[in-house]
């Protein structure tokens, strides 16, 4: 069965620095997806970027970047520039392809320090 | 104009009541589906519905039904509440099953609370 770890309950960053967050995942399956989300307090899941495992070209999209690692089964997050609007949780997830849904990590919290 | 919506945003009952959450999509999408976040943030899947057909069911208590009338709209229906149920519940959709993996549009949750 896929799992995805986030080992970092609990992130923090400057306002305007660099953080990167991190994720890890096991599947035995070639092809799949990874995503990472926002959450903010507001509830509502964001989509932030997404990553296809046949790419091995990291997905960017605006400040958010990825560090796809295929090998190590790895997928961080690094998000440039910060503001006071990305405090949120962060999740990662994993969609097989064909398995129709997601196994999501348990988060980690980014506060961003004025 | 709402993409995905759920109502109601909360909902506080007592143990053993029984409650309905209904979720619309208004993108045209075929797949809609149903995740549980638990007090600890985890999220995890309980059904979905292709062109209102049933293709997930996770291990879930028989005492949450799922329907979907058409393909627009998935409800959540709960019967003999539990203390455990309360949790934000989420709905999400896809254009088409496959269509998962360019993201999930979500609902805004429904925050149930057992008391």
């Known amino acids: 069965a896929q799992t995805v770890t986030q080992s970092q309950p609990e992130m923090s960053v400057q306002e305007a620095e660099t953080v990167t967050l991190s994720c890890t995942y096991d599947t035995s399956e070639s092809d799949y997806y990874l995503f990472w989300y926002k959450q903010p307090p507001s509830r509502q899941m964001i989509l932030v970027i997404r990553q296809e495992a046949y790419k091995q070209q990291n997905a960017t999209e605006n400040r958010f970047s990825v560090n796809f690692q295929k090998a190590a089964k790895s997928f961080s997050l690094k998000i440039s520039d910060s503001q006071l609007g990305d405090a949120a949780m962060y999740f990662c997830a994993y969609s097989g392809s064909g398995t129709y849904k997601y196994i999501f990590g348990t988060g980690t919290r980014l506060k961003v320090l004025a | 104009d709402t993409a995905v919506s759920q109502t109601p945003k909360y909902l506080v009952t007592q143990m053993g009541n029984d409650k309905s959450i209904k979720c619309e999509q208004n993108l045209g999408h075929d797949t809609m589906y149903w995740y549980k976040q638990d007090s600890k943030k985890f999220l995890k899947i309980m059904f979905s519905?292709?062109?209102?057909?049933?293709?997930i069911n996770e291990t879930v208590p028989n005492r949450f039904s799922p329907k979907s009338p058409d393909k627009a709209h998935l409800n959540l229906h709960i019967n003999s509440l539990e203390l455990g149920d309360s949790a934000v519940y989420f709905c999400?959709?896809?254009?088409?099953?496959?269509?998962?993996?360019?993201?999930?549009?979500f609902g805004s949750g429904t925050r149930l609370t057992v008391v």
């Open positions: 999400a959709s896809s254009q088409s099953l496959s269509g998962g993996s360019y993201g999930y549009t």
């Open positions: 519905y292709n062109n209102k057909e049933l293709i």
